[in-house]
């Protein structure tokens, strides 16, 4: 099936922007005989989120019971039901003709198994502020940034919430870590210490800073448990890296 899924993980206090991402998806331009499929995963059971879900035969929501961003996205691989996954958070916004330059860059090389692409900060004024450091457009290889990653205070040069990657490769390494936060950097860590991947300089995505985003809690820089996810992040790349399966296998 020629489909990429758009799989967004959402929770109660962020549903308001869905319209706004909801809107940057439908923008998006493929080739002919590609499709997208928006899978859209509540952390949770409230009855808060579903006023803002679009109703299009095109979009697929789900509910389950809370266990954070990568407990959802995990689970919503039940229902990915093709060879691509590109993330998408609910407070985030598409640039136009991202999807297509992903599909692009792993549809062009087979020995890539992930893609990202550079992302502006969306501040609440609506101007955009650009990450320093961004990679040279092209191919990252395997352990490029893990090494990065280890070098500049656990910071990655290319941002996992820009993540498209092939849902087989996804599948095998379990989805997210089961982590309260950074849990799409620890996968973004696995998949470059098995993989190939590939950076687009051209911005793909647009980064909302809000006051209500998990990000912006005092918890999510709590110095003991920060430590603590980093030390499990990076015990799991390296050993995945040691072992020596790769994608593509040898």
């Known amino acids: 099936m020629r489909r990429i899924v758009v799989l967004t993980a959402v929770h109660a206090p962020a549903a308001r ?3 706004e991402a909801w809107k940057s998806l ?3 331009r493929l080739p002919e005989d590609w499709e997208w499929h928006w899978v859209i995963q509540e952390d949770g ?3 808060q989120v579903r ?4 109703q299009d035969p095109r979009v697929t929501f789900r509910q389950g019971r809370p266990g954070g961003p990568g407990v959802a996205r995990t689970i919503a691989l039940a229902y990915s039901d093709g060879p691509y996954v590109k993330v998408l958070d609910a407070d985030d916004l598409l640039t136009p003709g991202a999807l297509a330059r992903d599909l692009a860059a792993l549809e062009d090389d087979p020995g890539l198994g992930w893609a990202t692409s550079r992302v502006l900060d969306l501040l609440p004024d609506g101007s955009t502020v650009g990450f ?3 990679p040279a457009g092209g191919p990252l290889e395997r352990g490029a940034v893990l090494d990065h990653w280890a070098a500049h205070d656990h910071r990655a040069q290319v941002h996992p919430a820009s993540l498209f990657v092939r849902r087989d490769l996804l599948a095998a390494l ?3 870590m089961a982590l309260p936060a950074s ?3 620890g996968l973004l860590l696995a998949l470059n210490a098995v993989s190939r991947g590939w950076f687009t300089p051209e911005a793909g995505l647009f980064y909302r800073k809000w006051a209500g985003q998990a990000t912006g809690q005092a918890s ?3 110095p003991a448990e920060r430590a603590a996810r980093m030390a499990v992040a990076e015990a799991r790349a390296r050993a995945l890296a040691s072992y020596g399966w790769t994608y593509p296998a040898d």
């Open 26 to 28: 439908r923008e998006q």
């Open 174 to 176: 379990g989805g997210w």
């Open 45 to 47: 059971t409230t009855d």
């Open 132 to 134: 320093p450091g961004d």
């Open 183 to 185: 849990e799409d950097t």
């Open 220 to 222: 999510h820089v709590d």
């Open 51 to 54: 006023p803002y879900v679009p």
């Open 17 to 19: 922007y869905l319209p």
